[in-house]
C-alpha cells in the first residue's frame, strides 16, 4: 500500500498534537509494510484555486498554477492508494491549509455532468484515493467533530474509509494523563495496522482512541481557564509557556487543591506517610490539606488533625514559591511564611512535588 500523510499544522513538532496522533498513526502503517510518506503542508506552496478551470478545458487534468501542489504534491496524490487529511480543528472543519489542498484537487474531475443515486455528479478523470480524516481539538465533547463527519462523508463518501479524531487534545501532552496518552497513541498505531490489512479501523480500536480522559467536565474547565489565566498573567503565548516550563498559578484554594495532586511525584514520595496543611492568608484565606500515603495523594478542605506539618503563609507568598518565582528557603529565612511540624517534610518538597 502507498500512503501519502498530510500534515496541515501550522505547528511544530513539539506542539502539533495532530502531528503526534498522525505520527503514531504511520508507525503503525509503517509496521504493517505501508509505503508511507507524510508531508507538512506548512513547509509547502500551494496557491488557492482561482476557479479559472483551466484544469478542465485548455489544459485537461493540469492546474495553471506552477507551484509545489502541481508539481509535487498532486501527482504524489493521485499514485497513492490511501490519502490522510490530517488537520486541526478549526472552526469546526479543516484548516484553511488543508482545505486549499482538498480544493485543488479539482483536476482528478472531468467537467461534464452525471447522475448517481439521485445526486449529480463530475465524472473521475483518474482514481480518487481512498480518504482517512484525521483532526484533533481543544474542547472535551466528542460532538466537536459532528460537522466536518458530515462534511468529509458528503464530499468523500464510500471513499472515506475512516475518521480519526481526538477531543481534548491538548491533554495529551500534560504529564499527569501520560498513561492514558500512551493508551491513545498505541491505539492510534493499532488504526494504522488495520487501516493496512483491511482499509478499515475495528470499533475496538476507535473507542480506545477517543476514550474520555477526563470523566469530570468541570475539572477539564479548571484546568483550561486556569492555563489561559497564566498565560495572560505571565504575558506568554502557549507555546513560551512550554518552552519556559512555567508552572501553573493557582488563584484560589480550590485550583490549588486540584493542582497540588497532578504535580505529585509518587515515586519521589515513597513509602511517605504524611498529612501536610496548608493556612492561607492575605487576598485568598483558608485552610487546606493533603494527605499522602501509599505513593497516593488526596486533598481535602479545611484542616486537619494532628497534622505532619503545617505551613502558615499569604496566599501570594506561596504561589510565588510555587510557580518557582520565589525561593522557598529564602522567604523562610525572611519570615515571610511559617511552619510547624515535621521541618524535613518542608524540606523535601522538591523531592516530593514537581512544578
Not at 509547502?44 to 478551470?53: A, E, L, Q, R, S
Not at 480543528?89 to 461534464?112: C, D, G, S
Not at 496566599?315 to 511564611?337: L, P, R, S
Request: glycine fraction near 6%.
Amino acid at each position: 500500500m502507498k500512503v501519502l500523510a498530510l500534515n496541515s499544522s501550522p505547528r511544530s513538532e513539539g506542539q502539533s498534537k495532530t502531528k503526534r496522533m498522525l505520527d503514531h498513526l504511520v508507525q503503525g502503517m509503517k509496521e504493517a509494510g505501508a509505503e508511507v510518506e507524510t508531508v507538512d503542508l506548512r513547509g509547502k506552496t500551494v496557491k488557492n484555486c482561482i476557479g479559472c478551470y483551466t484544469c478542465w478545458t485548455k489544459t485537461p487534468g493540469l492546474c495553471i498554477h506552477k507551484d509545489d501542489m502541481t508539481h509535487e504534491l498532486y501527482p504524489k496524490w493521485l499514485q497513492s492508494d490511501l490519502v490522510i487529511y490530517a488537520s486541526p480543528l478549526y472552526h469546526f472543519t479543516v484548516n484553511a491549509t488543508l482545505k486549499a489542498f482538498i480544493e485543488r484537487t479539482l483536476p482528478v474531475l472531468q467537467p461534464f455532468f452525471e447522475e448517481r443515486e439521485g445526486r449529480t455528479n463530475h465524472p473521475l478523470r483518474a482514481k480518487h484515493p481512498a480518504i482517512v480524516m484525521l483532526s484533533v481539538a481543544g474542547f472535551p465533547e466528542e460532538l466537536i467533530f459532528d460537522q466536518l463527519s458530515s462534511w468529509a462523508h458528503f464530499v468523500f463518501r464510500d471513499g472515506l474509509v475512516a475518521e480519526i479524531y481526538r477531543a481534548g487534545a491538548e491533554t495529551l501532552a500534560v504529564p499527569f494523563f501520560k498513561e492514558k496518552a500512551a493508551e491513545i497513541f498505541e491505539a492510534t498505531k493499532q488504526a494504522g495496522r488495520e487501516l493496512v490489512a483491511s482499509m478499515k479501523v475495528s470499533p475496538e480500536t476507535m473507542a480506545r482512541i477517543r476514550q474520555p480522559l477526563l470523566e469530570d467536565k468541570t475539572a477539564w474547565f479548571k484546568m483550561g481557564n486556569l492555563f489561559w489565566k497564566t498565560c495572560i498573567a505571565e504575558g506568554l503565548t502557549p507555546r513560551e509557556f512550554a518552552e519556559k516550563k512555567v508552572a501553573l498559578r493557582p488563584d484560589s484554594i480550590e485550583t490549588f487543591m486540584w493542582t497540588m495532586p497532578m504535580g505529585f511525584n509518587a515515586k519521589g514520595a515513597g513509602d511517605t506517610r504524611a498529612v501536610i496543611e496548608f493556612k492561607f492568608s492575605g487576598e485568598v484565606e483558608g485552610s487546606c490539606h493533603f494527605r499522602i500515603e501509599n505513593g497516593k495523594i488526596e486533598a481535602h478542605p479545611g484542616t486537619a488533625d494532628n497534622p505532619s506539618l503545617t505551613i502558615e503563609a499569604p496566599f501570594n507568598v506561596w504561589m510565588d514559591i510555587m510557580t518557582g518565582k520565589a525561593d522557598g528557603q529564602q522567604m523562610f529565612m525572611e519570615q515571610k511564611y511559617k511552619v510547624k511540624g515535621d521541618l524535613s517534610l518542608l524540606m523535601r518538597m522538591k523531592q516530593l512535588f514537581s512544578r
